[in-house]
């Protein structure tokens, strides 16, 4: 896939995920939210042009460096999650301000990096936001998906009244 294309696929993903997050939704411990990560980190990895092969050794530290910035970002963006059962017992999420705040850091820092890397004469293929970006999806729905877990059970006496 050409950069421009993976560039264009990764922020349609970005767009549909943030506008999906701010509307209340409800969580089933049976959905695959894994799928969307999975499919965008193959199509990232099948990139020949992930790692510039001219520049490997910084074009490698790059690449380690988006990803773990993408792992604690997506461990951020979990926990600016609002998650509340109701008392019928259904979990629903809903982001916050502070889940916007997180993007903006996300990309600011995914800027710097590319920023970085091009100063540096690295080539960076857009291959490298896909993986990222399923990289992030994937922590995040982690984090989700264990809080949502953790809450306590709803009481049946609560949906009586």
């Known amino acids: 896939m050409s ?28 959905r695959r939210f894994w799928i969307l990560p999975l499919v965008l980190g193959v199509l990232g990895l099948r990139d020949p042009q992930l790692i510039d092969h001219d520049h490997a050794a910084l074009s ?7 990803l773990v910035a993408v792992l604690g970002m997506g461990t951020v963006w979990g ?22 705040a997180a993007w903006v850091g996300m990309l600011a820092i995914r800027i710097g990096i590319y920023a970085t890397g091009s100063a540096l004469g690295v ?19 982690l984090v989700v998906n264990w809080r949502a877990r953790s809450l306590p059970a709803a009481r049946p006496e609560a949906a009586l009244r």
Request: proline share 3%; net charge positive.
């Open 123 to 141: 080539h960076q293929s857009g291959s490298s936001l896909m993986l990222g970006i399923a990289v992030l999806l994937l922590v995040r729905s």
């Open 60 to 66: 490698v530290t790059l690449l380690v460096a988006s």
């Open 79 to 100: 926990w600016t999650v609002r998650i509340w059962r109701t008392p019928t017992g259904e979990t629903w999420a809903r982001g916050t301000k502070a889940t916007v």
């Open 3 to 30: 950069t421009l294309i993976n560039i264009v696929v990764a922020l349609a993903v970005v767009a549909l995920v943030v506008a999906r997050q701010m509307r209340p939704q409800k969580l089933d411990g049976e």
